[in-house]
């Protein structure tokens, strides 16, 4: 009689610790197009960047246009080339960039519809940029360690020919939709004024309501960011998803605790249940301003990837979590939740490098502080 009574007890102890699936209540969902790959590529900047203004050309045109992520790609390449050129090679090259590096793309060189400008050729099906990449980058080698330590005159358009190639030529005349655009008044048409966004950030090595260049590897062109207390941040997150504006995000996905194949994102309290907290919920830590500065600062916190934010939702014991579309397909067998990624409120104060929004979507006090 003893023993069963102990089998009892283990059986209830074993029962009350298991986790609980997750189940989620949706509390904001803005509209934004389907989820497409970005394929072999490291070009989720303009992935997330060009999804995050098609969601702004709906909520202000009403419109749904499919926008070329490559035709910003194609644009922005040249000048990553002449930085790295002009810096000697003491500069980095590589397929990152942020959501700045579209805006200014747009601004230079307007816009385009996908079909006019999809960086694939005649039976291609899917963007693989390993090739092009390395080819660029024995290239600028070769112009910078010229032993004769004169630049050709010809790197320009070498350069120029290679994305030719590889991607395409810039057609400065298209139809769409039965009219006859540029790519700057395609812009025009869609309401989109590149001015009008702002990045913001929340780190305690520059001072809060001023503005500095973020020191991450992929800030390139040495973008600025509106610097504020991390508090401040998530109410901005809040607050724009509230009034209908989506968020573009730079983020930190190399966390175990960060599944696109189970579809969460979470930073649990106890490090032994990070993988059990894939499929089902465990407290979470309490992210600190002090502690998201450390793992900043210790590198535990990297900027990895970057995504759009397009609703909240809520599990069933009330934590916030954040839907945030991915650029990985939508393949069941690698991506859950048709190809978003919930975001617990946790895993965004942590690992959130910075965010990209309208100014319209700050709230009026924290515009205020801003001078914006």
Request: glycine residues 6%; aromatic residues 12%.
């Amino acid at each position: 009689m003893k023993k069963i009574l102990i089998s009892i007890g283990i059986f209830f102890s074993i029962n009350l610790s298991a986790q609980e699936a997750y189940k989620f209540t949706t509390i904001t969902d803005l509209e934004a197009l389907p989820v497409i790959s970005q394929g072999n590529t490291g070009t989720c900047w303009s992935f997330s960047g060009t999804s995050f203004l098609e969601s702004e050309i709906i909520r202000l045109t009403g419109k749904r246009i499919d926008l070329s992520e490559m035709y910003q790609v194609r644009n922005t390449y040249p000048l990553k080339a002449e930085n790295y050129i002009m810096r000697q090679g003491k500069a980095q090259f590589s397929e990152g960039g942020l959501a700045h590096d579209v805006l200014n793309s747009v601004e230079k060189h307007g816009l385009m519809p996908q079909e006019a400008f999809s960086g694939l050729f005649q039976n291609e099906k899917s963007h693989n940029h390993a090739e092009l990449v390395a080819i660029l980058e024995a290239m600028l080698k070769t112009y910078v360690d010229n032993p004769g330590k004169k630049l050709s005159a010809k790197w320009k358009p070498a350069i120029e020919g290679v994305l030719d190639a590889y991607l395409g030529k810039n057609n400065l005349n298209f139809t769409y939709g039965g009219k006859q655009y540029t790519p700057q008044s395609f812009l025009e048409m869609t309401g989109i004024q590149p001015s009008d966004y702002i990045n913001i950030t929340s780190f305690t090595h520059a001072p809060f309501y001023s503005q500095f260049i973020l020191n991450i590897p992929d800030n390139w062109s040495n973008g600025s960011f509106y610097n504020v207390p991390l508090d401040e941040m998530m109410t901005t997150i809040n607050n724009a998803l509230e009034k209908g504006f989506t968020v573009e995000l730079d983020c930190d996905v190399s966390e175990r605790t960060f599944s696109s194949k189970d579809g969460v994102a979470i930073i649990p309290e106890n490090s032994e249940n990070n993988i059990k907290a894939l499929q089902g919920i465990y407290p979470e830590k309490t992210i600190t301003q002090q502690y998201r500065q450390e793992e900043f600062e210790n590198y535990n916190t990297t900027d990895d990837h970057l995504m759009h934010i397009t609703g909240m939702l809520r599990d069933q014991n009330g934590t916030k979590y954040y839907k945030v579309k991915n650029s990985w397909g939508t393949d069941e067998s690698r991506n859950a939740h048709g190809g978003y990624v919930y975001f617990s409120e946790t895993y965004m104060r942590l690992k959130a490098i910075s965010i990209t929004v309208h100014k319209d979507a700050l709230p009026k006090n924290i515009s205020k502080k801003l001078n914006i």
